[in-house]
Structures are given as C-alpha cells and as structure tokens.
C-alpha cells in the first residue's frame, strides 16, 4: 500500500504505475450481460500513459489549474482517465448526477459557473437544448465525434497527442480546491460541496486505516467515484454493469456474476442494493467466499438486511455500515455483528440507529436543536449523554463550505477560533451513549413538531419497522384543523394483498401504544412505493411524502 502523504490524489496513480505497472486498475463491463460478459481493462501504467495524453489535451485547450469543469461522461475507462487527467492538471471537476432531474441539473450548473464541460454527445446534446451553463461555458469537449463547431472532440485530439506524453499532478496548496461534489438533493436542491486536495487525502487515509484494505484486493464499487480512491488503496476497481442511478433495482446476478468472477473481496453498495442482492442470494443459495468485508453506506441499513446478507459471507466476514454525508465522509463506523448482537434491540425499541464511534481523527459532538445560524463554538453547547440534539463534526475530512452559497454555508459551519478549526452541522440529530457510540436520530429538518412534543423520526419509525410485513415506514406532519399531528406513513413488502391493510394498520396502531413516544400517533397510511434519493435509492423524501399524507387527509 502506498503511504507516502501525497499532496494531489492523483498522484497515487503515476506511483502505482511505477510500482505495479502490469496490475489491472479497473475492469468495466463492455455490451449487454452475459454469463461470459466481456470486460475491458486499465492495467496501472496504461490508465496513467492515458491520463497523461488526456491531461496534455486538457492544457491545450485552457482547461488547467482552477478551471471548473463538469463532467458527464457514464462509468467506464474514459471516466477513470479523464478524471484523473483533470486531478492532475488542478482543474476542478464538478460532479453532479444525472438522475436528479433536467430542473435541478441546471441550477446546480448555473451555480457551479464552469469553464468547461465534458461529456458523451448526449450530455452536450442535453446541454444545448435545455441551456445548461450557457453564460459561462467557454471550452466544450465531447468524447465522440464533434457534431457542431464550438466542440472539441476528444478522439480527434488525442489521435494527435504524443502517446509517451508526460503530466505530473500538480503539486497543490492543501485548502485549493480539487473538485465540487453535488449532494443528493436529499432534503433540498442540491448543493455544490467544496472539496479540497486536503480532504481527499484524509478521506483515503481515513478509509484505509479503518477497514486494513490491503494492496491487491479487488474492490466492486457500486457508487463510481468512490472507485477513484483504488490506487491510494492499492486495489483493483471492478464496475459493475448496473444503472448507477437506479441501485434498487441492480439485477442481483450481475452483482454476484461480477464477485465470483474477480474474486472480489472488498464491496461497496447502498442499503437498497445490499438489500436486493441479500434477497436473491438467499432465495438461491449462493455464498460470496471471496469477499473480506462489504461497506453500505448512505442511510442507515435495516438488521434484517444486514442478517440477511451475513448469510452469504464467511463467518468472520463483517458489513461495516460507516456513516457521513457528503461534506463529510466518514465520521463513524459500526459493524454488522456489532448491529445484531449489541443495539439491534435498542433500535426495535426506538432508540435509534446506532452509527458506531468516531473514526479515528474526527471529533463528534451534539448540541441542542436549533435552525439558526451558530457563528461560534462554544463548548458549553455540549449535551450530555442521552440527550438527542444536532450531531455536529470536525476533522480533516470535513469540508468547509459550499460553492456559491454563502447563507447555507453560514448555517451549515461553526468557526472554533480558539482551537483553529470549525465544525461541519450535519443537519442529523442523535445523541451520545455512555460508551462513546454515536446514535442517529433522522433529519433535523424531519423532525415532526407537534403542539404536545417533538418527534424524530428514526425513533419512531424503528418500532414499526418490527413488524414482519411492513418494508419501512416514515414519520411526517399533517395539519388537521391547523395543528400539526403526527402521521406514519407505511411501505409493504411486495406482495401483500390489499384485504390485509387494515389489519396491519391496527397491528401498528397496537404498536404504537407501547411505547411512550408513539403513544400519540394514531394516523397510518399505506403507500405504494416510497420516492427515494437518485444516488442511493435508500433516503426517504419524507417532504414529498408529507404533501402526498396531506392530500391524502383532506381529500
């Protein structure tokens, strides 16, 4: 493994190649699936001569250090390579996904202000048609053939380049900006996080001392940039063949098809697709004795998934759920052994969803709910233990500020002045055990504010979740007579018939009585399907379904 404290992660790459110059560093699924699907690869030395003929172009053309350049170019080989050329030339990335809608893409774009943009002849067509950057866009690279005059086509250039070309990653200040990372849009419209080389680095770091990734495993990444991190690792990336923007619905079989053939031992996956894969494993008996640890991330993931996927794991073999956000990643990790045998139980009885203890190098604290803007640290903020307030973080990891958005920032960053440093609000409630361990609570922005209490939802919903026939629920506000009451809104497991809903209902009503912060609701709602997050297709939009409980209400 490489352990020299680089300052650029792109230089992880032109040192790898160095070192193991023959080892594949990414494998990427070519044409439809097939039990013999082909694969074209990237050995180290090739991806780096690639790269470097791909960052010669990029200066060429004005794209250099400080350049804001999206990029829309699906996982694949040219991903790999051009985000590694742009790392290396100090332009700054912009990373949005696809899936989260022509609206918000284009203020997320207008926002970003790039220079650049670089994508397959779909994302420019897109671009042309629905304005997108319009204002500021002055260099425009597609990755086919150039279809009208103010494109440059990168098959065309590079046919040009000197192939034995050489780029060294620049040698960057630790707080210059390396990339602008879009979040979900979870809770919101998205917004543009501001990643610094700094962060990346730690990021790396953090990832390797926690899991003990070793040099010469194989990684299966499920979420594409996270596969950028293999060289630092010293991995192999494998991508799956899947719609990166729909992983509740991945075909299991190309999942486990991929596994096996590798001989993957480390996999990354949101709950959604933990879940999917857990379910047909079982349903067909399959093991996945390669593998040496899995990692789901990305909301909390249910113990009957995490119990359900053991099953396909060597016995010692553990699910490491870390738990973060965007503007910072990790903050803490649990195992799933740690779930099952220690706070499954507590979580049944609406306490929470236990998220482990701080990784090493992060410092968490809580303090007491509010939607203000905090301009200070101050530590007699701090809550004691069992107290649910605002989980709040600090750490190399943790990143400063969004880009163009200077009231979220505001509200989202705590400066420390004292100690030099500032906390990142994590927009989650929880609390503190008297073990150290962390517990999430839900979204601060979830929490149901009623005239007799307040409510949070992972609480709440932890107990209903018991119940063998509900998938999942959610906690929302309605207005009834102008008061706000709380209503759980309920998702099946597929296949239940509709003669049985009430009874489940009054299971859950029964449920509710048992428990003292439950008592008071009285209000369920069967719902279809739940609308979930592009990325991880795990978090709620409890906000769209409060719109859909309210009409559901009053109609």
Not at 272 to 283: F, P, S, T
Not at 516 to 533: G, K, N, S, Y
């Amino acid at each position: 493994m490489i352990s020299e404290p680089f300052g650029n992660i792109a230089a992880y790459l032109p040192a790898m190649a160095g070192r193991q110059p023959d080892t594949v560093a990414v494998y990427c699924p070519v044409g439809r699936f097939t039990l013999q699907q082909k694969y074209a690869s990237y050995t180290y030395a090739e991806l780096e001569r690639q790269s470097n003929c791909i960052a010669a172009v990029l200066i060429n053309l004005g794209i250099g250090r400080g350049v804001r350049t999206v990029l829309m170019v699906p996982p694949g080989l040219e991903f790999f390579a051009l985000t590694f050329a742009l790392f290396k030339v100090g332009a700054v990335p912009v990373l949005v996904d696809p899936g989260m809608g022509t609206k918000n893409l284009k203020t997320c774009l207008e926002e970003a202000q790039p220079t650049a943009f670089i994508g397959i002849p779909k994302a420019h067509l897109a671009r042309r048609l629905l304005g997108w950057a319009r204002r500021t866009l002055a260099v425009r690279l597609t990755t086919g053939p150039r279809l009208w005059f103010d494109e440059y086509s990168l098959p065309n250039l590079l046919a040009t380049t000197d192939e034995q070309v050489t780029c060294p990653p620049i040698d960057p200040e630790p707080d210059e900006t390396a990339a602008i990372l879009f979040t979900s849009g979870s809770t919101g419209v998205p917004k543009g996080v501001v990643y610094t080389h700094q962060n990346f680095i730690a990021q790396v770091q953090a990832l390797k001392n926690i899991y003990q990734i070793q040099p010469g495993e194989i990684d299966l990444p499920t979420f594409p940039l996270f596969a950028l991190f293999a060289p630092a690792l010293g991995m192999t990336a494998v991508i799956p063949q899947m719609d990166f923007t729909r992983p509740g619905e991945v075909d299991p079989q190309k999942i486990i098809s991929a596994i096996k053939r590798f001989e993957v031992t480390t996999m990354f996956g949101s709950p959604a697709l933990i879940r999917r894969v857990a379910l047909y494993g079982n349903q067909h008996g399959i093991s996945l004795p390669t593998l040496k640890r899995v990692i789901s991330a990305g909301a909390p993931v249910a113990a009957t998934t995490l119990e359900q996927f053991s099953h396909l794991l060597p016995e010692n073999v553990r699910i490491f759920t870390p738990y973060g956000a965007t503007e910072a990643l990790p903050v803490c990790s649990i195992d799933s052994a740690t779930i099952l045998e220690q706070t499954r139980q507590r979580t049944d009885q609406g306490r929470g969803v236990c998220v482990g203890r701080p990784v090493p190098g992060v410092e968490v604290a809580i303090i007491p709910i509010s939607d203000e803007v905090i301009d200070q640290f101050d530590s007699k903020l701090l809550l004691a233990v069992d107290q649910i307030g605002e989980i709040i973080v600090t750490g190399q990891q943790v990143t400063r500020s969004y880009f163009n958005q200077a009231e979220s920032t505001r509200l989202a960053k705590i400066a420390d002045p004292i100690n030099q440093r500032f906390f990142h609000r994590m927009g989650d409630l929880g609390y503190r055990d008297d073990m150290g361990r962390i517990w999430f609570c839900g979204r601060k922005s979830h929490r149901v504010i009623s005239t007799q209490e307040t409510l949070f939802t992972i609480p709440c919903e932890g107990v209903f979740n018991t119940h063998p026939q509900v998938f999942r629920t959610a906690l929302v506000g309605v207005k009834i007579d102008d008061k706000t009451v709380p209503l759980i809104c309920v998702e099946l497991e597929s296949g239940i018939p509709r003669a049985q809903h009430q009874q489940i209902i009054d299971d859950l009503r029964a449920i509710a009585a048992r428990f003292t912060h439950t008592a008071r609701i009285e209000r369920f709602l069967i719902h279809p399907a739940f609308p979930v997050d592009i990325r991880h297709n795990a978090k709620i939009f409890r906000e769209k379904l409060a719109v859909w409980a309210q009409q559901q209400e009053t109609s």
